[in-house]
């Protein structure tokens, strides 16, 4: 007598193996990422260490003080914490790619191929954006708002920053900067997935402006100079990301009837 074929049922431990697999693959990914975060943060934490690091993210800050002036550390501990956060943080975003990587190998396996030439596309480029908005902010953003605060900061006053209160400045800058910059990659998705079309975001320009320079005003300090700046970028990403929109969705169409049908009778 032949033995029946094994029915597997929902509750059957062979049913949750495909689930305890993807555990085991997250753990790995998760595991991969940290892993490179780490590897970044031991080689900035030997050159420049984390004191040359805040050194240098300071810099802009330093360069703007009157003569003499120097940061301060109220904390007991924060001459050393903060450095270290800093660290860290250059070192996540130094490992950006590497954990968006982990990211891409994670969810691959379950897109479609049409669907693949969408993500990697937008994994690398959001990637990009963001180094560029963190720049942007750094390189451009900081001398200027520097500038513009010591020239209204009364003579009587000596200037000396706390280093806890300039590293979170620093963050919500750098987010700030850095998400604004995901414009075009935010309209891109929404124009692919069929949310709205380029016609409709060309006729929500003046509602974007009015919203770009409300949002400044909200996530960046009251002054004119990162408010400004920022709104601005926002709006010629806008006009940037209406552009790449086009491009994109004739890139990752997904295959037409036709396409399919000739796959799955060659396969």
């Given at each position: 007598?032949?033995?029946?074929k094994?029915?597997?049922?929902p509750d059957?431990?062979e049913?949750e193996?495909?689930?305890?697999?993807h555990?085991?693959?997250?753990?790995n990914?998760l595991?991969?990422a940290?892993?490179?975060?780490?590897?970044?943060f031991?080689?900035?934490?030997?050159?420049?260490?984390?004191s040359?690091?805040?050194?240098?993210?300071?810099?802009?800050?330093?360069?703007h003080l009157?003569?003499?002036?120097?940061?301060i550390?109220?904390g007991?501990?924060?001459?050393f914490v903060?450095p270290?956060?800093?660290?860290?943080?250059?070192?996540?975003?130094?490992?950006?790619p590497?954990?968006?990587y982990?990211?891409?190998?994670?969810?691959?396996?379950?897109?479609?191929?049409?669907?693949?030439?969408?993500v990697m596309p937008?994994?690398?480029?959001?990637t990009?954006?963001?180094y560029m908005?963190?720049?942007?902010?750094y390189?451009?953003?900081?001398?200027?708002?520097?500038?513009f605060?010591?020239s209204f900061?009364?003579k009587?006053?000596?200037?000396?920053p706390?280093?806890e209160?300039?590293?979170?400045?620093?963050l919500?800058?750098?987010?700030?900067?850095?998400?604004?910059?995901?414009?075009?990659?935010?309209?891109?998705?929404?124009?692919?997935?069929g949310?709205?079309?380029?016609e409709?975001?060309?006729?929500?320009?003046s509602?974007?402006?009015?919203a770009?320079?409300i949002?400044?005003?909200?996530?960046t300090p009251?002054d004119?100079?990162?408010?400004?700046?920022?709104?601005?970028?926002?709006i010629l990403l806008?006009?940037?990301?209406i552009?790449?929109?086009?491009?994109?969705?004739?890139?990752?169409?997904?295959?037409?009837?036709?396409?399919?049908d000739?796959?799955?009778s060659t396969s």
């Amino acid at each position: 007598m032949s033995d029946s074929k094994k029915t597997v049922t929902p509750d059957s431990p062979e049913a949750e193996q495909p689930f305890i697999s993807h555990l085991i693959e997250l753990r790995n990914r998760l595991i991969r990422a940290i892993a490179a975060i780490g590897v970044v943060f031991i080689v900035l934490s030997i050159y420049p260490g984390p004191s040359g690091l805040f050194d240098l993210l300071s810099h802009p800050l330093i360069a703007h003080l009157p003569k003499g002036s120097t940061m301060i550390a109220i904390g007991v501990i924060s001459p050393f914490v903060v450095p270290i956060k800093v660290t860290l943080l250059v070192a996540f975003m130094i490992a950006l790619p590497a954990v968006l990587y982990q990211v891409w190998a994670f969810v691959a396996p379950g897109l479609y191929t049409h669907e693949k030439r969408l993500v990697m596309p937008l994994i690398v480029s959001s990637t990009v954006l963001f180094y560029m908005g963190v720049a942007f902010c750094y390189f451009f953003v900081f001398g200027r708002l520097f500038t513009f605060i010591q020239s209204f900061a009364p003579k009587v006053i000596t200037a000396a920053p706390d280093i806890e209160a300039y590293l979170s400045f620093m963050l919500t800058m750098f987010m700030a900067f850095g998400t604004a910059f995901e414009v075009p990659v935010v309209l891109m998705v929404l124009v692919r997935f069929g949310l709205v079309t380029v016609e409709q975001l060309k006729s929500w320009r003046s509602y974007f402006i009015v919203a770009a320079f409300i949002i400044a005003a909200i996530v960046t300090p009251p002054d004119v100079v990162s408010q400004t700046s920022l709104a601005v970028s926002m709006i010629l990403l806008f006009e940037v990301g209406i552009l790449a929109a086009k491009y994109l969705v004739k890139y990752s169409a997904p295959p037409s009837e036709d396409e399919q049908d000739a796959q799955s009778s060659t396969s």
